[in-house]
């Protein structure tokens, strides 16, 4: 079974830009969430999503934004790039019942320059 | 959301067992105490799961003390593979994907 995967592996930008970064959860995984790992914050929750809606979001600008599709593929979106937007993102998806563990993709790596 | 304590480091020996500890003393009576994985280059890995009991599988065990304060993720024969920063997470049982990361524990394992 494959597991989750992300696109693109890393990523280069500079500051102003936006970003569109990809996850493919695991099949038959319906809820997908994104975290921001950084040296200084560690893991910090992003969003989560569910059937297509946001069902929870994280203490981060609107600057980030995410979307879930109907074959509960994701996207997260980041506008107006700053310098501390670098970091690994990561995507994790979970069956949705009730404590059934996170699966984590290897992230992709933003670099804002 | 209750918070998780645990040591920044930790060393141990391969082919030794390794207990890496974890204090929650604000848990709630619906949290589950969740341990996870870092592995270098790698996204966090599930390694196991409880809410009361001692629970067990093919990766470790874990220990869960009485009052529930705190718990110990029990590794019963570290090889150099192991070597990864273990995070400890206590989560609501809504199957809600919000996990709070602390700093985690970094392992290494000694050959």
């Given amino acids: 079974k494959a597991g989750v995967t992300q696109t693109p592996r890393y990523l280069i930008k500079t500051r102003g830009q936006q970003v569109t970064l990809s996850c493919s959860p695991i099949s038959g995984h319906r809820s997908v969430s994104w975290y921001q790992q950084t040296p200084g914050q560690g893991l910090q929750f992003l969003f989560e999503y569910f059937s297509e809606t946001q069902r929870n979001k994280g203490n981060f600008p609107g600057r980030f934004s995410g979307r879930q599709f109907s074959n509960s593929r994701s996207e997260m979106n980041v506008s107006t790039l700053e310098l501390g937007d670098s970091a690994l993102y990561l995507c994790a998806s979970s069956r949705d019942v009730g404590n059934s563990p996170l699966h984590f993709g290897n992230g992709t790596r933003l670099t804002v320059t | ?111």
């Fill in chain 2, 1 to 111: 959301d209750a918070k998780t304590t645990q040591p920044n480091s930790m060393e141990s020996n391969e082919e030794e067992p390794v207990h890496l500890p974890c204090n929650h003393s604000t848990i709630s009576g619906t949290d589950y105490i969740h341990w996870y994985r870092q592995l270098p280059s790698q996204g966090p890995e599930y390694v196991i799961h409880g809410l009361t009991s001692n629970v067990n599988n093919r990766m470790a065990s874990l220990a869960i003390a009485e009052d529930r304060k705190s718990s110990t993720l029990i590794l019963h024969r570290a090889t150099l593979r192991d070597a990864a920063v273990y995070y400890c997470i206590l989560r609501k049982d809504q199957g809600a994907q919000k996990l709070v990361f602390g700093q985690g524990t970094r392992l290494t394992i000694n050959p």
